[in-house]
């Protein structure tokens, strides 16, 4: 009878260059759709129309591009804070009713997704104009007519209607995993409700409002159609100019340096945020 020889165990240097081979492909796309595409904008706001830094200085020498780039980041910051206000009350239900409702509440939060984003635009334009529905049912109540349309406003209430389920479901998914045990412990030691919800809730749901908070700012910081179609010259972003550059002025140069701008200081603003949320988080006890 023969013996079935036991198999050799792989070495951790074998099991970690197989693991790279199976991730080859995803890093090849990775390559392909986002770094090839990033370096290409890059170099090109470095070469055209000529080898320099004239692209940037034409950026940095005009306050209108100033005034857009701060305007740009205030937005996303509206936009942000928006969503957290409209976001946590509407998480926190999620992750205490029963299945049911709770089925139903997460269909409100993804069924938005089926639709594009250009068409919730559009929509957003008939219930924001003079003669919208908002408006009607104001003056049906007793009050003036507000413009909302081609306002800084309405840019925001368009954006935050588009970005809120990227804040409700990071927020949903820490809520669902606090013990609500803790909450029952606060209040038998004498806590209020609102100095429990204060000390102990609100610290255990920070995590997903900074994930969510994160996610909804950086993608307001490039969104294009909404402020486009809601908002006026008043309320132009950056994204706007770049349009402008690239495909009606067909700069490349500029258009680049602009998207390289946005995102160096996008980056640079994360590098400061993200040592302070992580402080704060492992002050609250999250890191355990």
Same mark, same amino acid.
């Given at each position: ?25 995803? =890093? ?17 706001? @470095? ?11 034409? $950026? ?16 996303? $910051? ?11 009350? @509407?998480? @926190? ?6 299945? +049911? ?20 635009? $559009? ?9 919208? *529905? ?10 003036? !007519?507000? +413009? ?32 609500? +045990? ?64 690239? =495909? ?5 140069? +500029? ?13 640079? *603003? ?9 402080? !704060? ?8």
């Amino acid at each position: 009878m023969s013996m079935i020889q036991p198999s050799t165990p792989k070495s951790p240097k074998a099991v970690q260059r197989r693991s790279f081979l199976l991730t080859l492909p995803a =890093l090849a796309l990775f390559i392909c759709v986002m770094i090839a595409p990033l370096a290409i904008i890059v170099l090109r706001s @470095f070469t055209e129309p000529a080898l320099g830094l004239q692209n940037y200085q034409w $950026f940095f020498s005009g306050d209108v591009n100033i005034t857009i780039l701060a305007r740009t980041f205030n937005t996303a $910051f509206w936009v942000t804070l928006c969503c957290v206000i409209t976001a946590y009350p @509407f998480a @926190f239900a999620m992750s205490v009713v029963g299945p +049911r409702l709770r089925t139903l509440m997460m269909l409100c939060v993804m069924v938005p997704f089926l639709v594009s984003g250009v068409i919730r635009t $559009f929509a957003w334009v008939i219930l924001l104009q003079d003669s919208g *529905l908002i408006n009607h049912a104001l003056m049906s109540l007793g009050f003036d !007519k507000v +413009r909302l349309i081609r306002t800084q406003l309405g840019v925001n209430i368009g954006m935050t209607q588009i970005l809120l389920p990227f804040m409700v479901m990071p927020l949903y998914s820490v809520m669902r995993s606090i013990d609500m +045990r803790l909450l029952q412990a606060a209040s038998s030691l004498g806590g209020s409700p609102i100095g429990i919800f204060f000390q102990v809730y609100l610290p255990l749901s920070l995590p997903g409002v900074a994930a969510g908070a994160l996610t909804v700012f950086i993608l307001a910081l490039g969104f294009y159609i909404t402020p486009l179609l809601l908002g006026g010259p008043a309320s132009t972003l950056l994204s706007t100019l770049i349009q402008q550059q690239v =495909l009606s002025l067909l700069n490349w140069g +500029r258009g680049g340096a602009m998207g390289v701008v946005l995102l160096v200081a996008t980056m640079a *603003l994360l590098l400061v945020v993200a040592p302070l949320l992580k402080r !704060k988080y492992d002050a609250t006890g999250g890191s355990k």
